[in-house]
């Protein structure tokens, strides 16, 4: 990636507790300033995923939401506040994460990732964080990723337990691979708390800045499952399918189901 | 053999245990462990882990020894070993 214009005084004013982190430095900060994110929802996962790049000076930002904020939102939604009730979340968020970093370029669209939308909202990013509640949603974003070449940030919680892995297409398994059909028993309603939604979002805002400045070990081929009942960690490794109906051999040749 | 299975997710609510032991007969496999707690439980720990077929939900992920262990590739169990099953999970 050939990194834009040198840091600014402001930047490196605002970064500089980051900058210091080894294996980082000035070409990361500029790698993040000079990337895009498409983050798909900004709920109890989301929010925070675009909130903690927004914090570390993510260049621009590609947010898909629908609808309007209401009061079950707000036990972990941090992007929306109780004054938006009955307004776009979409606007709400953008809102607030241009009150943090008003350097911050945002691309709000006002609608959850669908068929329609799915290509053209994956092209406009370098890395998608996945933090859609619908597996619909999720297989298209995996798919696309898939079809562009992109890397893609899964994360994902229930109760107190929560996972996350990095999609390299290619590379590492990819959703479609963990999992080949759509979920039946899975449900848009879950029962979470805040604090664990916002402990994923955290660490797959982790896992983006990794991979868009070449820092540390991504969650590549690796499934993180934590606990926070027991606070218990584990990565385990994860396998791709070679019979995957988007990045098996048979996907890469046809048009992959989503 | 004792075997050591956990259950997460959606699948740890339905067992409304987090963990439970298994006595398996040696040469078994993950599966058969998994298939036994299935018909074991009944109900809606085994609607999660099997399909209409009896044949296991391709979408549950297992883990074994920190590996992942596919449904069609048969894994034997060692003793003492700890099995981990969970759900598909999503955001929100």
Redesign the interface.
């Known amino acids: 990636m050939s990194l834009g214009e040198p840091l600014s005084a402001e930047e490196r004013a605002t970064y500089e507790w980051q900058l210091d982190v080894p294996g980082f430095g000035v070409e990361g900060q500029r790698r993040l300033r000079d990337a895009s994110v498409l983050v798909s929802r900004l709920g109890g996962l989301g929010g925070v995923v675009a909130y903690e790049l927004a914090a570390a000076g993510i260049g621009r930002l590609v947010l898909a939401h629908g609808g309007d904020v209401v009061p079950s939102d707000l036990n972990r939604q941090l992007l929306m506040t109780h004054e938006w009730l009955g307004k776009p979340r979409i606007e709400c968020a953008t809102a607030r994460l241009l009150e943090l970093n008003p350097r911050l370029r945002i691309e709000a669209v006002g609608e959850n990732v669908c068929e329609r939308n799915a290509e053209r909202l994956v092209a406009e990013a370098d890395v998608i964080v996945d933090c859609a509640p619908l597996f619909e949603e999720r297989f298209l974003m995996n798919r696309e990723a898939v079809r562009q070449g992109k890397p893609m940030v899964e994360c994902a919680m229930y109760e107190l337990e929560a996972h996350v892995t990095t999609i390299v297409p290619g590379q590492t398994p990819c959703l479609a691979c963990l999992f080949p059909s759509d979920p039946p028993a899975w449900r848009r309603r879950f029962p979470v708390f805040g604090a664990v939604s916002g402990s994923v979002g955290c660490l797959a805002a982790m896992e983006a800045i990794k991979v868009i400045a070449g820092l540390g070990e991504p969650l590549f081929g690796r499934l993180l499952c934590f606990d926070t009942r027991s606070m218990a960690f584990h990565a385990a490794t994860i396998r791709r399918r070679e019979d995957c109906r988007v990045c098996g051999e048979a996907g890469q040749k046809g048009a992959p189901a989503s | 053999m004792k075997v050591t299975v956990q259950f997460?997710?959606?699948l740890?609510?339905a067992a409304q245990e987090?963990v439970c032991t298994v006595d398996a007969t040696e040469g078994s496999t993950v599966q058969d462990v998994i298939r036994g707690i299935a018909e074991e439980h009944g109900g809606e720990v085994r609607?999660?882990l099997l399909d209409e077929a009896g044949e296991l939900?391709?979408?549950v992920?297992i883990?074994a020894d920190?590996?992942?262990v596919?449904w069609e590739a048969p894994c034997t169990v060692a003793p003492d070993q700890t099995v981990?099953i969970?759900?598909?999970?999503?955001?929100?």
């Open positions: 997460s997710a959606q740890r609510a987090a609607s999660l939900s391709p979408s992920l883990f920190g590996q992942q596919l981990i969970t759900t598909p999970i999503a955001g929100g």
